[in-house]
């Protein structure tokens, strides 16, 4: 995959990484301020290859993995976090780092009870209570894996790609584009919808124990959900605003946690 853009290290910014199971998740802080990347494995800020940017002394504030590490990557263990450096409540020892970091900075954003739902390759549903301890969630694939899974196992069906627009399954008004014609249209529009769903029943369930408990969406297919999830929320009064979308939480719980030299 093609670098995004060029990008020069600059000796002032800081830097955090998150490796994903698809992708590596990139952040910086400098000068100019906050600028977030998201890259092939091995590649870095701006789409560059990493053994340029450490040629030209890129240094991590931080970092986290739930995917996989190359060999000889080069990064710094001292700057690694794990679960023991997040301070979540009562998190077991199996859940993914990328789970606390999300469910721990919507918790200290929102004060109070949090369901964080990331949208990545796995769809994960994180949940917080009030005083701050991980009490459970839901996992289900993601929207390429399960438009692959639909693929690789069915004889007719082609291999789909992830609607990037809203348009591409829900046009305004949320009626016309909900039953499209063509077949990868129509796989597009219902893994979309099937995870706005199961988010949205999720929200239900969570507001008949804790009326006060605040949705956090996150994640690369997050934009695409977004607008499913507001207009279902929308559409029942009293539920305006109880949606926040922040795109890029666990490197921002990355920062706030490991906020770098002179931050």
Same mark, same amino acid.
């Given at each position: 995959?093609?670098?995004?853009?060029?990008?020069?290290?600059?000796?002032?910014?800081?830097?955090?990484?998150?490796?994903?199971?698809?992708?590596?998740?990139?952040?910086?802080?400098?000068? /100019?301020? !906050?600028?977030?990347?998201?890259?092939?494995?091995?590649?870095?800020?701006?789409?560059?290859?990493? @053994?340029?940017?450490?040629?030209?002394?890129?240094?991590?504030?931080?970092?986290?993995?739930?995917?996989? *590490?190359?060999? +000889?990557?080069?990064? /710094?263990?001292?700057?690694?976090?794990?679960?023991?450096? *997040?301070?979540?409540?009562?998190?077991?020892?199996?859940?993914?780092?990328?789970?606390?970091?999300?469910?721990?900075?919507?918790? +200290?954003?929102?004060?109070?009870?949090?369901?964080?739902?990331?949208?990545?390759?796995?769809?994960?549903?994180?949940?917080?209570?009030?005083?701050?301890?991980?009490?459970?969630?839901?996992?289900?694939?993601?929207?390429?894996?399960?438009?692959?899974?639909?693929?690789?196992?069915?004889?007719?069906?082609?291999?789909?790609?992830?609607?990037?627009?809203?348009?591409?399954?829900?046009?305004?008004?949320?009626?016309?584009?909900?039953?499209?014609?063509?077949?990868?249209?129509?796989?597009?529009?219902?893994?979309?919808?099937?995870?706005?769903?199961? *988010?949205?029943? @999720?929200?239900?369930?969570? !507001?008949?124990?804790?009326?006060?408990?605040? *949705?956090?969406?996150?994640?690369?297919?997050?934009? +695409?959900?977004?607008?499913?999830?507001?207009? !279902?929320?929308?559409?029942?009064?009293?539920?305006?605003?109880?949606? +926040?979308?922040?795109?890029?939480?666990?490197?921002?719980?990355?920062?706030?946690?490991?906020?770098?030299?002179?931050?």
């Amino acid at each position: 995959m093609a670098p995004e853009a060029a990008y020069e290290v600059a000796p002032e910014a800081a830097h955090w990484l998150l490796i994903g199971n698809s992708r590596w998740h990139w952040a910086s802080q400098g000068l /100019d301020g !906050w600028r977030t990347w998201h890259a092939p494995p091995g590649f870095g800020i701006g789409g560059a290859p990493l @053994a340029a940017l450490r040629k030209d002394g890129l240094k991590l504030a931080g970092w986290a993995a739930v995917g996989p *590490i190359p060999d +000889q990557v080069g990064l /710094d263990d001292s700057a690694r976090m794990g679960l023991a450096d *997040i301070p979540l409540q009562a998190m077991p020892p199996w859940l993914g780092v990328d789970r606390a970091l999300v469910g721990w900075r919507a918790w +200290q954003l929102s004060g109070a009870p949090v369901l964080v739902a990331d949208a990545g390759t796995a769809l994960s549903l994180t949940r917080v209570d009030a005083a701050g301890q991980f009490v459970g969630g839901r996992l289900m694939a993601g929207a390429a894996l399960q438009l692959r899974a639909l693929a690789e196992g069915t004889a007719q069906l082609p291999q789909a790609r992830v609607p990037k627009g809203t348009a591409d399954c829900m046009p305004s008004e949320m009626a016309a584009g909900l039953w499209p014609m063509e077949t990868e249209a129509a796989m597009g529009s219902g893994v979309l919808w099937g995870m706005a769903g199961a *988010i949205a029943l @999720a929200a239900q369930q969570v !507001w008949a124990e804790q009326p006060d408990c605040q *949705i956090w969406l996150t994640g690369g297919d997050g934009a +695409q959900l977004e607008p499913l999830l507001a207009g !279902w929320l929308g559409a029942r009064s009293g539920l305006e605003g109880r949606l +926040q979308w922040a795109p890029d939480l666990a490197l921002e719980a990355l920062a706030a946690l490991r906020p770098g030299p002179g931050r």
